[in-house]
């Protein structure tokens, strides 16, 4: 019967450090270089909305005007993979993903912060600094999509066309592809 006693008390001390430290709880498990959500919690999940992607453009030329992603992004991934991951995660979430994302992919760390961005962007990754600047709410599919930058311009090259071939292998493995 001791034995319970003993069991609820460490409970107790580790939810209590939990809660000290701001663990929060975990959205997304990354391994062998690839991240997965997890069951996202209905408070934190968005819903899903197509039309952020792409519209008709209304000059009636029936382009296809991007708003949220870039279309050749979407396009590739698909909207059902790219939904998987449209959930707000914390500060501590977003860095805590990507420190494991740089140790599998064995490339150098790169800082995760946050801020109103202008327009219609969802984070920005700078080459010079290897700083991640996520719009807020902070959305998880945003920081896979930065990763994908930061692990193409540390491997391949700063010079590589932002959102090309070696991008779009990066950012379907990321985002759990072949």
Known sequence: MIWLWVLGAVIVALVTVAAIRGDAPRTADVAA?????????????????????????PSGEDLEVCQWDYCIVHD????????????EISPAE?????????????V???????????????????????SITLDEPLIAWSLIHELAHHIVVV???????GHGDEFLETLDTLAGGS
């Open 76 to 87: 590739h991934i698909g909207t059902e993979r790219i939904e998987n991951f449209l959930y």
């Open 108 to 130: 150098p760390s790169v800082s995760v912060s946050s801020t109103v961005l202008e327009g219609d962007l969802g984070g920005l990754y700078d080459p010079s600094t290897g």
């Open 33 to 57: 270089g690839s991240v997965s959500p997890l069951p996202a919690a209905e408070e934190t999940a968005i819903p899903p909305d197509t039309a952020a992607y792409a519209e008709i453009d």
């Open 155 to 161: 491997t391949d090259s700063p010079e590589v066309e």
């Open 94 to 106: 977003a860095q805590a993903i990507a420190d494991e994302v740089v140790a599998d992919w064995d």
